[in-house]
């Protein structure tokens, strides 16, 4: 099925890949053609499950894709990454296309969404990536998961507090909680997490859009 016409498919690559520069990132065309495909994925698998609100195609290169990439650009140089709830994919699949050594889990409870980002994980042709069917918590005691990773990520999941709690059981000793939000995201912030972990904040802004956005990161104290 066509869904997006040949002037649709280079105005989407060009607004991913100018609005990616735009923020200091680049993003090669190979990485500019996989983004496209998990894209005109999402659109088809849109019209029969419930996968994204954003459903104009610059509209998903923005606010999925550009919005996923620069978050990953304040990642340090971990090896393996945990997405909570990763829904269509965000932020987890643009990490692994921007960095493919990477090791990346993407968990989420629908079997339908899962079913989905197994499908793009095959489209792709990726590898070190899985898609687990699964609520967090109930990994949290899973030898293959509990304290293996270098970060643990997420967008639009859950508020800051409880996401510090499904996030922590997975983190090895090295490993760092991401948290991906919008405005007011100060105000998330508790003295029970600053206790507890040293915290930094990083900013950056939406390229066309210009929605502000910021990047908590929080790491254990020693
Ligand atoms: C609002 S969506 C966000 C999806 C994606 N991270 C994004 O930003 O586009 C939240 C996702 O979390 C999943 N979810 C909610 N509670 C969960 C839980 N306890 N364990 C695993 N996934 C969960 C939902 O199925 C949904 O796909």
Avoid: C
Wanted: net charge positive; charged share 25%.
């Amino acid at each position: 099925m066509t869904i997006l016409s040949e002037q649709s498919v280079r105005e989407f690559k060009h607004h991913l890949i100018n609005g990616s520069n735009a923020l200091g990132i680049k993003v090669s065309d190979h990485q500019s053609e996989q983004m496209l495909v998990h894209s005109k994925e999402l659109m088809v698998w849109n019209k029969k499950i419930n996968l994204t609100a954003i459903k104009k195609p610059l509209q998903i290169a923005e606010k999925h894709f550009i919005d996923s990439i620069a978050a990953a650009s304040f990642l340090g140089n971990e090896q393996s990454v945990i997405d909570l709830g990763s829904g269509g994919g965000f932020p987890g699949i643009p990490i692994k296309i921007m960095n493919p050594s990477v090791n990346v889990v993407l968990i989420d409870s629908s079997r339908k969404k899962i079913n989905f980002l197994k499908h793009i994980i095959r489209m792709l042709d990726l590898d070190t990536i899985d898609a687990i069917h699964s609520r967090v918590e109930d990994l949290h005691e899973n030898n293959v998961y509990k304290n293996k990773f270098d970060a643990v990520i997420s967008r639009a999941f859950t508020d800051l507090s409880k996401f510090v709690k499904l996030a922590a059981p997975f983190l090895n000793k090295k490993g760092a909680i991401y948290a991906m939000k919008g405005k007011n995201a100060d105000q998330e912030i508790t003295p029970e997490i600053l206790e507890q972990y040293n915290l930094t904040t990083d900013h950056y802004r939406l390229p066309f859009e210009k929605s502000n956005r910021y990047v908590i990161k929080l790491s254990a104290k020693s």
